[in-house]
């Protein structure tokens, strides 16, 4: 089932390697669904698998680190490499599993995975406007 997720700017930027203002017109033009919050700053919304299974405190977590530019895509748009919390060690991440500690260990999904899942979605073909 499809979530939708509402990302600022700055994320969708990451997500999409462009500047944020690229993202601000894309917006303005239809390319990407999203709208204005109360205070005047964009918010592109994108269907996600539901996130209900993780921890807000991980979903959280998962979105500083797209918004810190701290996940990019290795291979399309399914891997990617992910910076640990120190910045010192780096993981592959996708979706469905993580080569960090927690992800190995597997009890619970890390923070990496849901920020896989959110940029696998933000990563997805841009709809061209008519």
């Not at 993780?54 to 977590?61: G, L, S, T």
Request: charged share 20%; aromatic share 6%.
């Amino acid at each position: 089932m499809l979530n939708p997720i509402g990302i600022t700017a700055r994320e969708a930027a990451n997500a999409y390697n462009v500047s944020p203002r690229t993202i601000r017109r894309w917006a303005q033009t239809g390319r990407l669904d999203a709208a204005k919050d109360a205070s005047g700053h964009w918010v592109i919304t994108l269907d996600t698998p539901s996130l209900d299974g993780f921890k807000p405190a991980q979903v959280e977590r998962a979105r500083e680190l797209i918004a810190q530019g701290g996940i990019v895509p290795v291979r399309g748009r399914r891997i990617f490499l992910a910076v640990s919390n120190d910045g010192d060690r780096t993981y592959l991440t996708a979706p469905q599993a993580c080569n960090c500690k927690a992800g190995i260990k597997g009890r619970y999904p890390c923070f990496h995975r849901i920020a896989a899942v959110i940029m696998s979605a933000a990563t997805a073909p841009v709809r061209r406007a008519a």
